[in-house]
């Protein structure tokens, strides 16, 4: 599907799904939407679960995030030592 990118008052740039794709792919209102780059000018659009959308505000914090990476280098040590 292509849309038109469009520009609000602000400046601020945004596009409008159809209704009729929102119901095909399960989207409402409010969903968090993860933009992924194709690398040729083209991105794909993909809806975050609960999990993901949590793990992103979580590592908005800064000691979150710090405490995230400790817990994964400790589990990639204990992996290796297999």
């Not at 008052?9 to 933009?35: T, V």
């Amino acid at each position: 599907m292509f849309v038109k990118i469009k520009r609000n008052k602000n400046g601020e740039h945004f596009l409008s799904i159809p209704i009729e794709a929102l119901s095909m792919l399960g989207w409402s209102n409010g969903d968090s939407i993860q933009w992924i780059d194709n690398g040729n000018g083209g991105w794909n659009l993909k809806k975050l679960s609960n999990l993901d959308e949590l793990k992103l505000k979580a590592f908005q914090d800064p000691e979150v995030k710090a405490e995230y990476d400790r817990l994964q280098n400790k589990s990639s040590i204990k992996k290796d030592n297999l």
